[in-house]
């Protein structure tokens, strides 16, 4: 019987995962999440270069920088086995984050990077003078006391210094220092003994791992170890093991919190509760027994769970078609959302698309009925769960259930762009419903500078660096992919869409009333070059045609493939970056006893080849220690 069920489970889980790939071209990169937040933290957009105020679960795309003040400490959680975190008076900045690739730069301060388990990226870690790879799971402290010096503190793991001259390995146990920015110059030593950043760090680590819902959520779920602590799992029949909250009678799910505007990704919610991470952007809700229920799928090591802003149907009350007398874009005077549940299809509203389509709740077809769903020419994600299941439907129960009926939040249109949900939602009644379209695609509400933000405050002053992020010189080897599209341009392209006219639509619904296809994700903007020459030499800015006549001898750089990175939310380039063979000079023996330079002759490891990462390999939680 067990076998049968291991087979069976299996099975489930590759059928789900043969669904998942309508994203998997479709996609940019990553979603890094706010974690935990001391004091006063904020983050730069990196598609308008605005600073925010920043909350827990706060999302945060490739392009994005973060900076804490005086006092203040961050946690990012990158991906299911990154994360970053932040000392008081740090900045950082997210240039890359996909599955393949994660890539961070410090400007300034004292920052952990830890690898708590095997992961599928490889990672680059810049500061003004120097590149790190870990190549080990572990804990590597670095601090950036200035463009002209970095520390690096391996606790555990092994990582990888590079410079334009050359590059050399730091085991566990030893701290490196680096000086200078032409020719740099490094000292390896033993490291120092733990200090309050280190045992913060280590207590951290030991809450993640230790996190009870381990065993109950999918290994590559971000978040799900703070559940236990708010709520309970119990089983459901036919589903297995579910999360509810510590609720209360009345609860609802996507309620305490906002939408705010992402780029790319689009309407993101954003949760105001300390747990509201995995629950809000992986699985399905539903009502069980006398409360909601999280069902996070299938639990396999072959199951690839599937980021959304969030698994919610919208819907649409009062179609205003071109209702533009109050300043803003709407398609509607109010706009609702309820949970998508287990059996439910799934309507992506992200990406190069922005076209929508709206149907009548009393016309919504039965959901298992999967031929009828894909007659609507929308791309759709099937439902979560098989048809070996029971059906649970969230959108066709809105006409029958009253609990259901009691999870759909709406409010109005132009507080939808701009505020938090209510605090006690609206009940809809049976003829409201009636009168409401269920929109499947990009909701037709136009964004505007309010939506960009998690929290209406303007951020803390002491939170906000003298110098920006985007204006520092970083030394890197890999080159991060294009910034975000401006928000002016996505916010335009959704205003066309809502200005189109409506078509009809012979399901009794309407057709698509607007059609807009914006440049693939990975498509460079053309970007005005920045014509300033760095005053220093051996110093570039980002994206700046190399200067031939600065070029060194072929050959004879220890490092190659040194691209810039880093530009401001209107594509300029503004960060600069060295290049190998741009800043190459013969080594020379350090004057200083114990110092060396990178790529000199007898400098023991220095011409060191960093291995490959062995993604074949999951280390196990209980092997990370410090």
Known sequence: MRKLYSIFVLGLALLVFSLSPVLATDTQGEVARVSLIRGNVSNLRGDTGDWVATVVNTPLVAGDAISTGPGSRAEIQLDFANILRLDQNTQARIAALSPSQIQIQVSQGLVDYVILRHSDSEIEIDAPNAAIHPFADGIYRIQVNSESE??????????????????????????????????PEYQISEAPPNDDWDRFNQNRDTEILRAESAGHANAYYVGAGELGAYGHWVFVPGYGWCWTPNGGPGWIPYANGRWVWEPYWGWTWVSYDPWGWAPYHYGRWFFWGSSWVWWPGPVTPVYRPVYAPAYVSFVGFGFGGRNWSFGFGFGYQRIGWVPIGPSDPYYPWWGARNTYQAVNITNVTRVTNITNVYNTNQTVIRPLATSQQPAISNVEALATNAHVRQALVTMPAQQFVSSRA????????????????????????????????????????????RESISQRRFFAQSRPPVTPQPFAQSAASVRAMVQKPVQPLAQGGRGPAGHWVSAPANTQFSARQNAETAARPGWQRFGEPRRANNAGPQGNSQQSGYHPAGSDAGGRNTAQTRRASDTFRPAQRSARPGWHKFGENGSGNAKSSRPSRNRGERSRSSDFNR
Do not use: K, W, Y
């Open 150 to 183: 970095m520390l690096l503190t391996v606790r555990r793991g092994q990582a990888q210094v590079s410079t334009p001259q050359g590059s050399t390995n730091v085991q566990t146990g030893q701290l490196i220092t680096v000086e200078g920015t032409d020719n």
């Open 422 to 465: 209510p605090a006690r939602p609206e009940p809809v009644s049976e003829n409201m419903l009636r009168q409401a379209e269920v929109i499947r695609g990009t909701v037709p509400v136009v964004p505007t500078r309010q939506s960009l933000q998690p929290v209406n405050r303007a951020p803390n002053p002491a939170s906000i660096p």
